[in-house]
């Protein structure tokens, strides 16, 4: 009888054969979600192939695939995945993404078989990963040091040092904020066309929770943004996306629904998603970091979790501002493609 991880890896492996299909003919961007919780794979194409030797930019963000995780101290807190990632080790990812390339170069209409067979046999990987947040279900270590040392990874700063102190990885940057032009964050080692960038309140170097991380990239329909924020972030702190010279556009907000409660407030939920949804306009919005894990210690005891669904959140805010939607804020959400992507599933965002 198969095991659920086997499962797992033949459903991520259907729907990435579909989507990949799908992302070639379209010449869009993949987003893989490569566990129930916060972990992901973007593929993007790149605007010149013929530079590199793979079709895809492959971004691995917040990684933590198997075996536990502790902040402070096992006594105070750990967590385990309640489901196994669809993919359990780095050399799994890598079979994904060789799997992405393979599949788009059968699509690729490439009358130099020479020219295809240099992609076949090119080995792409990743390309690069982010970190967001210092915490152990965002940097597992041991899930980290699986990759090759001369991947580049972008991290937030208090993340940036601790994976430094590793010795682990070549180059380790600190991602810098968000200051109004995505071009000054395409910082080598990342292509002209990319940038990834941090957004947050000015002076929120020591204290960025409540933060987000935008990978920015320029494509022939323009400027387009894919905004990852896996505990939410104020309306007031995105607005500098909104109001970005040149500008952006934001094709996809990951944003969780859960309201998480542990005296402060942890992750935003569903409310504060539509609300930086409704600045953003983004086309789609997908949930992230809202896997229920099997929790130990003190933080089990006192944690206060609220399950909203967009639905709920939306008739919430209609029996408050009444059913008519014309001429309101909430009207914008009418054109909003929400998107829960399980474990293993992948999505073309077109």
């Known amino acids: 009888m198969a095991s659920l991880e086997d499962e797992l890896a033949d459903q991520l492996q259907t729907t990435l054969d579909e989507s990949t299909k799908r992302a070639r003919s379209t010449r869009r961007p993949l987003l893989t979600h490569l566990n129930a919780d916060t972990t992901w794979l973007l593929s993007i194409p790149i605007p010149s192939p013929e530079t590199r030797n793979h079709l895809y930019y492959h971004i691995l963000i917040d990684l933590w695939l198997r075996g536990g995780q502790s902040d402070v101290a096992k006594f105070f807190s750990q967590q385990w995945h309640a489901t196994p990632s669809a993919c359990q080790s780095i050399p799994e990812v890598e079979a994904v993404i060789s799997g992405i390339e393979d599949a788009a170069i059968k699509e690729e209409l490439v009358e130099d078989l020479k020219y295809a067979n240099g992609y076949l046999k090119s080995g792409a990987s990743i390309d690069a990963v982010v970190v967001s947040h210092e915490f152990t279900d965002h940097m597992h270590k041991e899930t980290l040091v699986e990759i090759p040392s001369t991947v580049p990874v972008f991290a937030s700063q208090k993340a940036a040092g601790i994976i430094s102190s590793w010795k682990?990885?070549?180059?380790?940057?600190?991602?810098?904020?968000?200051?109004?032009?995505?071009?000054?964050?395409?910082?080598?080692?990342?292509?002209?066309?990319?940038?990834?960038?941090?957004?947050?309140?000015?002076?929120?170097?020591?204290?960025?929770?409540?933060?987000?991380?935008?990978?920015?990239?320029?494509?022939?329909?323009?400027?387009?943004?894919?905004?990852?924020?896996?505990?939410?972030?104020?309306?007031?702190?995105?607005?500098?996306?909104?109001?970005?010279?040149?500008?952006?556009?934001?094709?996809?907000?990951?944003?969780?629904?859960?309201?998480?409660?542990?005296?402060?407030?942890?992750?935003?939920?569903?409310?504060?998603?539509?609300?930086?949804?409704?600045?953003?306009?983004?086309?789609?919005?997908?949930?992230?970091?809202?896997?229920?894990?099997?929790?130990?210690?003190?933080?089990?005891?006192?944690?206060?979790?609220?399950?909203?669904?967009?639905?709920?959140?939306?008739?919430?805010?209609?029996?408050?501002?009444?059913?008519?939607?014309?001429?309101?804020?909430?009207?914008?959400?009418?054109?909003?493609?929400?998107?829960?992507?399980?474990?293993?599933?992948?999505?073309?965002?077109?």
Do not use: C
């Open 168 to 350: 682990h990885f070549n180059k380790v940057v600190k991602i810098e904020r968000f200051g109004g032009d995505w071009r000054t964050s395409s910082t080598r080692p990342l292509p002209e066309w990319l940038g990834i960038s941090r957004v947050a309140y000015p002076g929120a170097d020591l204290l960025y929770y409540h933060a987000a991380v935008m990978i920015t990239f320029s494509m022939a329909e323009g400027v387009e943004a894919v905004i990852y924020t896996p505990h939410g972030i104020s309306p007031d702190d995105i607005r500098p996306v909104a109001d970005a010279n040149p500008k952006i556009k934001t094709l996809a907000l990951l944003h969780g629904l859960q309201d998480i409660k542990l005296g402060a407030q942890l992750n935003m939920g569903a409310h504060n998603g539509l609300r930086v949804q409704r600045i953003l306009e983004s086309k789609y919005w997908n949930g992230t970091h809202d896997e229920v894990k099997k929790g130990g210690g003190l933080v089990s005891w006192f944690l206060n979790r609220k399950m909203i669904s967009l639905k709920e959140a939306i008739e919430q805010e209609k029996a408050e501002r009444g059913n008519d939607l014309t001429g309101t804020d909430l009207e914008s959400m009418q054109d909003v493609r929400f998107e829960e992507l399980g474990n293993g599933e992948s999505l073309v965002l077109e």
